[in-house]
C-alpha cells in the first residue's frame, strides 16, 4: 500500500465545491473518477479541506492510498488525461502512510480579489469580484489587520456552521494591489488582492471578513469598529458575504518533518 499526496488547482466555476456530495459534479468527484479511470481502484481522497461552490483553489493538498505501482512522477500526467480541463494535478509525492492532508495541515492561505474599477477583466472574471466603487485601501489595510489574532470569530462565520467553538487563529493577512492589467493613464485602482493566512477557518469566515473590509473600503464602517465586531459575537454586526467566485485557496502548509507538496 502507498499513500500518494498531491496538489490541484481547479477552476471552481462549473463545480459545487470540493467535497463529494448527493448532487455530484464535486471536483473530488472528477479525481476519484479519474484514479478509478486509470488504476481500476476506488478510493477516497482526503483533501486539505472543502471549499465551497464557485471557490478556486491554486494550492488544494489531498492524498489518497493505493496499490498501483505507478511511478510517482507520473501520476500527475497521467491523470490530467481524464480530467476536465479546469482541474489540473501539478504535483505528486509518495508520503508515509500516516500522512493525513487535513488532519496534518499547520497553516492554509486564501487569496480574495476584487476589481473596484470600471470595467471588468473579460480574463479574469471568473475569479475576481468586480465591484465598480472606488475603495480606500489604506482603511482596509488598517481594518485587516485588526482581524489578526487569536479570537472567537462567531461574527465572521456563517449562521448555518456547525461547529461547536468559533475561535481561530489568524497568522497574517495583507493586501497586494495589482496593476499589472491598468491601462497607461487611466484612474483604475488595480486589482485588490487580499491575503489571509490561518490554522483553520470556520464557513465562510475569509468571505464575511472580505465583506466587512468592503464595507470600510466604502466608508460604511471604520478600522476601527473590527474589534467590537469581533467583540459582539453576532453574525449581523459583520458585513455581507462576498461572493464565490473571488476566492482562491492559495497555499496549504505542513509541519517541516514532513514530505512536503
Not at 496499490?67 to 476536465?84: F, G, M, Q, T, Y
Not at 487535513?102 to 492554509?108: I, P, Q, W
Not at 470600471?118 to 480606500?136: A, K, M, N, S
Not at 469581533?230 to 455581507?240: D, I
Request: aromatic share 10%; charged share 20%.
Amino acid at each position: 500500500m502507498r499513500n500518494i499526496c498531491m496538489r490541484v488547482n481547479y477552476d471552481g466555476t462549473h463545480y459545487h465545491g470540493f467535497q463529494t456530495q448527493p448532487g455530484g459534479n464535486t471536483i473530488q468527484d472528477h479525481i476519484e473518477n479519474a484514479i478509478f479511470s486509470l488504476t481500476g481502484e476506488r478510493v477516497k481522497i482526503t483533501a486539505s479541506g472543502r471549499t465551497d461552490a464557485g471557490v478556486h483553489a491554486y494550492g488544494q493538498v489531498f492524498n489518497f492510498k493505493t496499490e498501483s505501482r505507478i511511478p510517482v512522477h507520473r501520476w500527475c500526467l497521467a491523470l490530467n488525461a481524464w480530467l476536465p480541463e479546469d482541474i489540473i494535478l501539478t504535483d505528486a509525492k509518495e508520503v508515509p502512510l500516516s500522512f493525513h492532508a487535513r488532519h496534518m495541515a499547520k497553516r492554509k492561505t486564501y487569496r480574495y480579489s476584487i476589481n473596484p474599477n470600471r470595467f471588468p477583466d473579460i480574463f479574469h472574471r471568473r475569479t475576481q469580484f468586480h465591484h465598480p466603487t472606488r475603495l480606500d485601501i489604506e482603511a482596509m489595510r488598517r481594518a485587516l489587520q485588526l482581524m489578526v489574532g487569536t479570537y472567537d470569530y462567531t461574527s465572521f462565520a456563517s449562521t448555518q456552521s456547525q461547529k461547536l467553538n468559533h475561535v481561530r487563529t489568524v497568522y497574517e493577512a495583507h493586501i497586494e494591489v495589482d496593476h499589472s492589467f491598468s491601462r497607461p493613464g487611466s484612474d483604475d485602482q488595480g486589482i485588490i488582492h487580499i491575503y489571509v493566512t490561518g490554522g483553520g477557518f470556520l464557513q465562510h469566515m475569509v468571505r464575511i471578513m472580505v465583506g466587512t473590509l468592503m464595507d470600510v473600503g466604502e466608508g460604511k464602517k471604520t478600522p476601527e469598529d473590527i474589534p467590537g465586531i469581533l467583540a459582539a459575537k453576532n453574525r449581523t454586526k459583520a458585513g455581507p458575504t462576498a461572493v464565490a467566485h473571488g476566492l482562491m485557496l492559495w497555499n496549504v502548509e505542513y509541519d517541516e518533518n514532513v514530505q512536503k507538496t
